[in-house]
Structure formats: structure tokens, C-alpha cells
């Protein structure tokens, strides 16, 4: 079994969840578990709109954004509705209370990925790969209450052994990084651009062969692309 991991850039609109599927397929036979970011810019979207409602300016929310993703994949409109009500109703309440602890901030924070996973396998079951969608918290990622920096508590791997040696073998695990859940239930995130380091707990947990961590620069660059604006290819 190995884990793939894949950021926020490679899930970021249609044409690079192609990609990303035909990657995953090029694999299947090493057993794929896929852990995914969500789609680019809707975490940053979703700590905007929580500051917004906290400073009692409710402005945009990445719904929009999410529902673009959705028509380009040609998925049900209301596949995500379930969750656009609920980051809605969270939302006026922190307008309500004018308030955003780190508690709310994780909890806003969480649903770009719960969204993406839930897009991502419903347009990967339809192209022919059965794909499901899993909130990572369900597979036994349980985790300490520090909010913006939470890490899984002792002896979680068992529990995350026992979830996915439950899942079924005919499908693709599709997961959520970045977010957990304490035992009492309330929604955490391991911290900004953590996606990476759920895959490599979930790997470890797992014994799994390798950890891939997939990212969209063609080759190895000289530096982060996204920081150094001069960063090149090394031949
Ligand atoms: N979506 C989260 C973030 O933007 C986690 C990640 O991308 O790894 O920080
Ligand atoms: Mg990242």
C-alpha cells in the first residue's frame, strides 16, 4: 500500500484533477490510499470569510468558488449542500457572537477539504474509478485540542488500522489532510499546508510501502516556485 498526497494546486480545477486521476490509475496496482488538500485558494476564502463574519461584515464565502468546481466536474449541483448549510449557519453564528476563536477558525477552516474529497470522488467514481470520500476523523484520525496545531493522541494508529482494514477493497480511499477531531468531536486542523503531514502520519500509522507527496512543478526546481518568482528547472 502506498499514500498519495496531493496539494491544494494539483486539485485546483478540472484540468489538473485529470491529471491527478490519471496518475492515481497509473497506480492502482500499488494500492493507492489518496489524501487531498482542498481545491487552491478556498482554505485561504474560508479563513477571509470567517474573519469577515467575526468583524460583523459577512462577505463572500468560497461557496461560489465550490459550486464552479462542482458544474466544471459535471457533479450534482447539490452534492455539497448538506455542508454549504452548515459553513452558512456557522457563519452567521460567528457573525452573531462576533467572535472567532481558534476552535471556530479550525472549524471553518475544515471544510475545504471535506468539500474537495466529496467533488473528487464523485468526478473520479463517474470516469470509471470507484472512488470514496472519507473525512479522515472517520478512520480513526482523533486528535489533542490544539486548535491550529493538532496532532493525533496516543495510540490512535490502531484505531486508524482497524477503520481502513474495514474499507472496502473495491474502492479508492479518497481523504481528507489538514483536518481531525478531538474525542469529545469538536473539528481540528494540524496547521496551514498540514495536508503533507496527515499523509505521512496516515503512512506511518499504516506501514505503508511509500509516502508520495505530489506536487505540480515539472521536475525539481531550484527553489519553491510559489516564493522565488525566478526559481528554474535543474537539468
Ligand atoms: N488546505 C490547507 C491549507 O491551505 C492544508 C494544505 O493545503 O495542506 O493550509
Ligand atoms: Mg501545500
Redesign the pocket.
Known amino acids: 500500500m502506498i499514500i498519495m498526497k496531493f496539494?491544494?494546486s494539483s486539485v485546483a480545477n478540472r484540468k489538473q484533477i485529470e491529471k491527478v486521476l490519471g496518475i492515481v490509475r497509473g497506480r492502482m496496482d500499488r494500492r493507492p490510499v489518496v489524501v487531498s488538500?482542498a481545491h487552491k485558494g478556498i482554505t485561504d476564502a474560508l479563513v477571509h470569510a470567517g474573519k469577515s463574519a467575526a468583524a460583523g461584515k459577512p462577505e463572500h464565502t468560497p461557496i461560489d468558488r465550490q459550486r464552479a468546481i462542482l458544474a466544471e466536474l459535471g457533479c450534482a449541483p447539490d452534492l455539497l449542500e448538506p455542508l454549504f448549510d452548515e459553513l452558512a449557519a456557522l457563519l452567521h453564528g460567528i457573525s452573531l457572537v462576533r467572535e472567532l476563536s481558534p476552535r471556530s477558525l479550525d472549524y471553518v477552516s475544515s471544510f475545504g477539504e471535506r468539500m474537495a474529497v466529496r467533488t473528487i470522488a464523485d468526478f473520479f467514481t463517474r470516469e470509471g474509478l470507484p472512488t470514496r470520500a472519507h473525512d479522515v476523523w472517520e478512520l480513526g484520525f482523533i486528535t489533542d485540542g490544539k486548535f491550529g496545531a493538532a496532532r493525533p493522541i496516543e495510540g490512535w494508529e490502531g484505531e486508524c488500522r482497524a477503520a481502513f482494514a474495514a474499507l472496502a477493497e473495491d474502492e479508492l480511499a479518497l481523504v481528507t489532510g489538514f483536518i481531525g477531531r478531538t474525542p469529545l468531536g469538536e473539528v481540528t486542523t494540524v496547521g496551514r499546508?498540514g495536508?503533507?503531514l496527515t499523509a505521512a502520519l496516515l503512512g506511518a500509522a499504516l506501514e505503508a510501502r511509500e509516502v508520495e507527496i505530489w506536487s505540480d512543478t515539472d521536475g525539481v526546481m531550484s527553489a519553491d516556485p510559489s516564493v522565488v518568482a525566478q526559481a528554474r528547472n535543474i537539468p
Open positions: 496539494g491544494g488538500s499546508n495536508s503533507d
